[in-house]
């Protein structure tokens, strides 16, 4: 998905933010993409690129999924509607997800964490929720070392071609 800034700097489509952290401290088994209700405000600030979700999470509320502690600033554009930075957000998913999600959360060790934050080719913002199991921190260990002899294996590779 292309990213495409206007003469404001907004994101008319593309990534708005993202839970690097997320695929370290999580083994991510499975994905699922939600929509989220959202302000106008909100939705500005959003497409400036402005939000976090280093220490957001998903869980139910009244038989409803919700994003806790994302924080969304305040848009800065003269709006005067104002609204809570760490406001619980609901997300807009069918029952039989909401009921999916649900019980792999029930099994132990199971969380349900916002991947990103970006916007489809339509303009509407969806949330990648990813479901996973927490990693210990030799299995975080092992997974960077992993990723390291991969990327050194490719430039060996890539220096014998030449």
């Not at 700097?9 to 695929?23: D, E, T």
């Not at 609901?90 to 199971?110: E, H, P, V």
């Not at 970006?118 to 070392?145: P, T, W």
């Amino acid at each position: 998905m292309a990213e495409t800034k206007s003469k404001k700097g907004l994101i008319s489509h593309g990534m708005a933010a993202q839970n690097r952290k997320a695929r370290y401290d999580y083994t991510i088994k499975e994905t699922v993409e939600a929509g989220i209700v959202l302000k106008g405000p909100e939705v500005k600030s959003l497409r400036l690129g402005r939000a976090t979700l280093t220490e957001a999470w998903a869980g139910e509320r009244d038989g409803e999924m919700f994003l806790f502690n994302v924080y969304i600033p305040e848009y800065q554009g003269g709006v005067l509607s104002r609204f809570e930075p760490r406001a619980p957000r609901k997300l807009l998913l069918k029952k039989k997800q909401i009921d999916s999600l649900l019980g792999q959360i029930a099994r132990q060790g199971n969380s349900v964490v916002p991947l990103d934050i970006h916007f489809n080719d339509e303009g509407r913002a969806k949330v990648l929720l990813g479901v996973g199991e927490g990693r210990k921190k030799s299995d975080k260990r092992h997974a960077v070392a992993a990723r390291d002899w991969a990327r050194d294996k490719a430039r060996l590779m890539s220096s014998r071609r030449q």
